[in-house]
């Protein structure tokens, strides 16, 4: 596996709490991604970010907002949590963000928003 | 709009039998197309991808532009097969890479 950890595995938290998942590198890849997976809509891009201080939105963006203050950390933030967010959150990195770039993915974290 | 449809969320076939799992997309330009896979408990993975044209545990999977589609396939599949196969795509050189995927199929091979 790529050196890509997620951290908190799981997380069971309250509706209206703030929530914060992170996202580890060892591989220096200069572009990381944050997805969401859920049944019957496969995995959707929330942000990414192509250098350190450098993001920008994805296909479900609200209600999230993410930070890269250096290369190997990637937060992804839940400013209120609501039930609609419960997931499975997974990040991905890759090299140069190129069409023919592989993308590898972390273990992925399970929130669950009560 | 940008889309990726995988019509079977799940396809159940025999050891042994021919498998094919459909994908078809619509873009406006010149995607790049991929299968990834998520066997039980593990990470999502890169199965194969067609700009490089590789067949990877016997998979293959052939791009028809004309019908938009991106199927995968195997001639003989095998038990340890069984997993979440996911298509996707990505724009060109100034989209950063961002996939998007289709709502996923899963594969169950049966002894």
């Known amino acids: 596996d790529a050196g890509i950890t997620q951290s908190p595995r799981h997380k069971v938290t309250e509706t209206g709490t703030p929530v914060t998942l992170r996202c580890h590198q060892t591989?220096?890849?200069?572009?990381m991604y944050w997805y969401r997976q859920d049944p019957g809509h496969g995995l959707r891009l929330i942000h990414y970010?192509?250098?350190?201080?450098?993001?920008d939105k994805g296909e479900v963006s609200d209600g999230y907002s993410v930070s890269r203050s250096k290369t190997e950390d990637f937060l992804l933030t839940l400013e209120s949590a609501t039930s609609s967010q419960t997931s499975v959150y997974f990040c991905?990195?890759?090299?140069?963000?190129?069409?023919?770039?592989?993308?590898?993915f972390g273990p992925g974290t399970r929130l669950t928003v009560l | 709009a940008q889309r990726v449809t995988q019509p079977e969320k799940l396809l159940s076939v025999f050891k042994g039998a021919p498998v094919e799992l459909k994908c078809n997309y619509s873009?406006?330009?010149?995607?790049?197309l991929f299968w990834y896979v998520q066997y039980s408990r593990q990470r999502l993975q890169l199965l194969l991808r067609?700009?490089s044209r590789e067949s990877i545990k016997g998979f293959t999977a052939d791009l028809n532009k004309g019908e938009t589609s991106f199927h995968l396939k195997k001639p003989f599949a095998q038990e340890e097969d069984s997993a979440m196969y996911y298509c996707?795509?990505?724009?060109?050189?100034?989209?950063?890479?961002?996939?998007?995927f289709g709502q996923g199929t899963e594969l169950s091979v049966k002894p």
């Open positions: 991905a990195i890759s090299r140069q963000g190129t069409p023919g770039d592989t993308q590898y």
């Open positions: 591989e220096n890849h200069r572009y």
């Open positions: 970010s192509y250098g350190v201080k450098d993001t």
């Open positions: 873009y406006s330009g010149s995607p790049e």
């Open positions: 067609h700009i």
């Open positions: 996707a795509l990505t724009g060109g050189y100034n989209q950063g890479g961002k996939l998007i």
